[in-house]
Nanobody
Framework: QVQLVESGGGLVGPGGSLRVSCAASGNIFSIHVMGWYRQAPGKQRELVAA???????YYADSVKGRFTISRDDAKNAVYLQMNSLKPEDTAIYYC??????????????WGQGTQVTVSS
């Protein structure tokens, strides 16, 4: 069994910064991708950023230059530093991990989601 625990998020004014974190624990053999999605009210969930193991990060066009994804593989953790936040960044942010456990198939696991609200 695998658990993803998110932290961070909250309320910030336009132009502010926030950092969200996610740590995976449990039956982990190999991690292939760690990343972040978000879902705003009335919209579909969208990929924000992802970092494949040993490869370069991907960013959605809407966050390029403002958001930075990073990983700490020793902790099985992924972070999303969000700067110059805009009201349109308001959403629930979900971390996900594409991984394989010991004696289990490769699949995606999801965090519980954390609310990010950008408002004055």
């Amino acid at each position: 069994q695998v658990q993803l625990v998110e932290s961070g998020g909250g309320l910030v004014g336009p132009g502010g910064s926030l950092r969200v974190s996610c740590a995976a624990s449990g039956n982990i053999f190999s991690i292939h991708v760690m990343g972040w999605y978000r879902q705003a009210p009335g919209k579909q969930r969208e990929l924000v950023a992802a970092m494949p193991t040993g490869s370069t990060a991907y960013y959605a066009d809407s966050v390029k230059g403002r958001f930075t994804i990073s990983r700490d593989d020793a902790k099985n953790a992924v972070y999303l530093q969000m700067n110059s936040l805009k009201p349109e960044d308001t959403a629930i942010y979900y971390c996900y991990v594409d991984m394989k456990g010991w004696y289990t198939a490769r699949e995606d696991y999801w965090g519980q989601g954390t609310q990010v609200t950008v408002s004055s």
